[in-house]
């Protein structure tokens, strides 16, 4: 299947306004902050380490609360269809959600998505970048543009799970990255 984006699949009572604020464990990690070190599982089942990309390439890195939701599915989309205009820009955009390998594989699957996923089941890399919604227990809807040392360059974080950035934005803030 196609990336089209489903109708709402998450109840509204699921998704309740209280699990809308933008509440984590610790603040999110912001511009200028060493970016903390993760290991975790792709959709392909191989380990990727943040430190993996150091001097190589500049990580985006796309905190999402989960997999065959709407947004997210909306998002994850979007990656993939301008996957080639990131490449360009030396940009590894690597997707994060709580939800298990086997889930977000088959989500990727369903969606043809050309990015590959990383389970945070663990939810550390959520809590270490400060986006983990306590209540809920899946993270906030975050991004995080880290350079090739491994430096924080640019980070929003939503204030809402159901709200996220346009790639243009996300693109200009890679442009400013290259200047």
């Known amino acids: 299947m196609t990336c089209l984006v489903p109708p709402r699949i998450v109840s509204s009572h699921f998704l309740s306004s209280h699990l809308f604020m933008t509440t984590a464990t610790a603040l999110p990690l912001e511009a200028g902050t060493e970016a ?6 792709t959709t392909s089942g191989e380990f990727v380490t943040l ?12 905190f999402f609360p989960l ?3 709407g947004v997210c599915t909306s998002e994850l989309c979007a990656f993939s269809a301008d996957f080639d205009e990131f490449s360009s820009f030396d940009v590894e955009v ?9 889930s977000l594989k088959e989500f990727r699957t369903k969606y043809d998505m050309k ?13 270490a970048f400060g986006v983990l919604h306590p209540q809920a227990f899946f993270a906030n809807r975050a991004y995080f543009l880290i ?7 640019w980070s929003y974080v ?7 950035r346009d790639n243009a934005e996300i693109l200009d803030a890679i442009r400013a990255l290259s200047v």
Not at 36 to 41: A, G, H, I, K, S
Not at 158 to 163: F, N, Y
């Open 51 to 62: 430190s993996s990309f150091r001097g190589k390439k500049n990580v985006l890195l796309a």
């Open 94 to 102: 690597l997707p994060i959600s709580v939800d298990a390998s086997p």
């Open 158 to 164: 939503e204030p809402t799970i159901d709200t996220k």
């Open 147 to 153: 350079d090739k040392t491994g430096m924080i360059r």
């Open 36 to 41: 903390p070190e993760f290991n975790l599982r």
């Open 67 to 69: 997999a065959f939701t």
């Open 115 to 127: 990015v590959e996923l990383l389970s945070d089941s663990r939810r550390e890399a959520s809590a």
